[in-house]
């Protein structure tokens, strides 16, 4: 039987945007469409709040921009992201909106969404043609930081390529950023920058990656889904009653367990 796939969010709760929370939970085998992200996106601005008022001991900014990268999704599944995942974003922030509003009597507008898929599963590569690098140079690879907007780009929405790492050994590959939705109104050079400056916040490393940090992070937390099971008991091929995949996405719901309170607030995967 295939096992299950797991989802992973991974949140800013700090405003230089460097320390993250992270949740995960299990889903259908091969589903790539996120289930009950409402409740999850709840909960990460739930813990911003905590983070801030508790934590840090500072007056709550409300939120007015929630910016999302979302990573594994195939440019054939754009449109059931815009109907399913943005929805469920929307419909999570006004959650929490009423649980503010109920809570903390604090009132506000309703944040503008910027919902970017990142891919590198593409066969898009850039060089730099060799007379224009410095003589000691040995490889073409373009230089971090660089990016392609236009001609090669796609026709029907807003994309680029961005190269923000440098390679030490062989080609590298840039990620591929698909703006899906803008609410926020960001010009493509303020998307582009801020989307190349997150890529400089990766915790384990000391120069940029190839793509922004919590896309690593959420990818890092769904590594270590098995943790969340004891394999002694937990092993459904050792039970009879599961018939289907419902029962089996079931039957590890069941027996997932969740991170201990007192490590969930800190990025514990790394």
Known sequence: ALGPSVAALASSVDPACSFYIGQSQVQEPRQER??????????????????????????????????????GVSEGQFMDIIEHEIVQV???????LA??????????????????VVGKRHHFRMFEPRDNQPHYSRVDNCQSGTIIDRHVTNPYWDDYYLLSHAALLGTSRPAHYSVLWDETGFSADQLQQLSFHLCHLYSRATRAVSIPAPVYYADQICARWRYHHFPQTDDPSASDELEGVEDQVAWYRARWRPVHPRIAVKMYWM
């Open 99 to 116: 649980e503010l509003k109920k809570n903390a009597n604090i009132s506000i507008q309703m944040p503008r969404l910027t919902f970017v």
């Open 90 to 96: 929307k419909e999570g922030v006004a959650a929490w």
């Open 34 to 71: 996120v289930d009950n992200l409402q409740a999850m996106i709840t909960h990460a601005l739930r813990q911003q709040f905590m983070y801030v008022t508790r934590g840090l001991k500072q007056q709550y900014v409300p939120t007015t921009q929630v910016l999302i990268f979302r990573d």
